[in-house]
């Protein structure tokens, strides 16, 4: 059976697939059906110069044809023995399939593509590519169907160059004309170069998906305490108090809800930054050029790490003060209960759990969370100027305030906020000179009267900036900070942990003064100015130091 599969596959035309018939020898050794050779010579590529289809070797003049009575008479023995050529059906091109340019009738199944040749080669077809010295330097990839595509539309060439001016792939005629002059390269080389981008962004995505499975596992610990916490309680309680143990399931419950839905969320961020993983290794495996930089100028740029949504877990007390509450009466232990529950709540109060996230320590690291802020003129004093331009000795952008006659909305202090309202990890820098409050401010602070200045308020905390040092106010109160003198202030907010610091900025960052509380609304950066001539510019604060 072996031999006789031989002698099957040594009897098919290398055109068709099929059982020679007609066979003819030509000069090189290689045997067609008649019909098949005959046709492929007459081709439009091959009415001058005659080749084997399987070895290339070209002939000149175009050879006779004659049928081979021995090939004839051992393709009519291999029929009697009721054995046929033509391969399975699942071998065929169906209509999601990429179909073999080279076969005659009906088509299979190719299995590589030449970028080279633009043709597409079932197994059989592709045979020569891997045999023939002739095509060692053709590259091969996965089937395609667009590998017209790789065809320059104007000048119906291959396209093999990358034109990092208009990031698109161009044909060497086209880097003569409409691209000449432009930063153009070898479109492999492109390729290679963002195909080890690819990599590092898969790289932070991995490394992603395992801090958020860390903080699944410990979102999943918080809930097993919650749990044995609440277990405890009961025990302990029930005894005496049966009625307490209702509202203390409803507390575990309300808790398990709230920490089940969070970690939903970082289930599902781990989900998104498999599935664009996935996406990022398919596009590093594609072997044709063209359609990895089509698609891969298409790619959105990956988020930041710090785009993703804060995790701080809270510390929490869960139900332990009824255990040391149990011998008090009724009403007493039930307003212990209210109380604790007050400081402890997740879900009434606003307050998510969140996993802890240090505090950045050098200028470096505070500028990786540096967030674009805008002057909003509707709320300037009417004798403060907002300008948008950037100050010459920087090189960065910079929102210029001046206390100059100019109307608008705070009434009695002359003070403005920006546009833009925080409510994640964020850090700017104010230039000042002068008398200067930088502040941050809840959206609807008054606009008039004494309670309206930064720092009269519960609503806003404010940095008094001034020649002799620096004071902090809050609701009124005044604190007294010393610190090294500096033209320039950093402001450090992570809204979720309630941590609001100033910094004296200069060669190195100094803590001036930090905030623990908890902040209830987005927070609005802002300064306010004392006398006339006092400037304040807020700077979107660029990582000058790389």
Known sequence: ????????????????????????????????????IRSYWEEKDQKEIHSCPQCRQTFQPRPALVKSTMLADLVEELKKTGLQAAPADHCYAGPEDVACDFCTGRKLKAVKSCLQCLVSYCEQHLRPHYESPAFEKHKLVDPSKKLQDNICTRHSEVMKIFCRTDQQCICY????????????????????????ELEVSRQQIQQRIQDRE??????????????????????????????????????????V?????????VEQEIADLRRKD?????LSHLGDHTQFLNNYTLLPRLREASDSPSINMCSLSHTEGATAAVSEVRDKLQAIFGEEWSKTSLTETGVDVFLPQSEPKTRSEFLQHSCQLTLDPNTAHACISCNRGTAQHYSHDCRI??????????????QVLCRECMS???????????????????????????ESAFGNNVKSWALQCYSDGYEFRHNNFRTSISGPPSSRIGVYLDHHAGILSFYSVSDTMTLLHRVQTTFTQPLCPGVGLFYWGDRAEICAALNTED
């Open 173 to 196: 005629l086209c880097s003569m004309d409409e691209h000449k002059g432009h930063d153009t390269v070898s479109a492999s080389a492109v390729m290679t170069e963002k195909q080890k």
């Open 257 to 265: 809800t709230h920490i089940n839905k969070l970690q939903e969320k």
């Open 424 to 450: 994640g990890r964020c850090y700017w820098e104010v230039e000042w000179s002068g008398h200067v409050f930088v502040a941050v401010a809840y959206k609807d602070i008054s606009r008039e009267g004494r």
């Open 278 to 282: 996935a996406a990022l290794e398919q």
């Open 1 to 36: 059976m072996a031999q006789r599969g031989i002698e099957q596959e040594k009897l098919c035309c290398s055109i068709c697939l099929d059982l020679l018939k007609d066979p003819v020898a030509i000069p090189c050794g290689h045997s067609y059906c008649m019909n098949c």
């Open 214 to 255: 860390k903080e699944v596992k410990l979102l999943q610990r918080e809930v097993e305490a919650v749990n044995h916490s609440a277990d405890k309680a009961v025990r302990d309680s029930e005894k005496i108090f049966t009625d307490m143990k209702q509202q203390i399931r409803s507390r575990q419950k309300t808790e």
């Open 401 to 414: 305030v001046r206390l100059c006659q100019h109307p608008d909305r705070f009434i009695s202090w002359a």
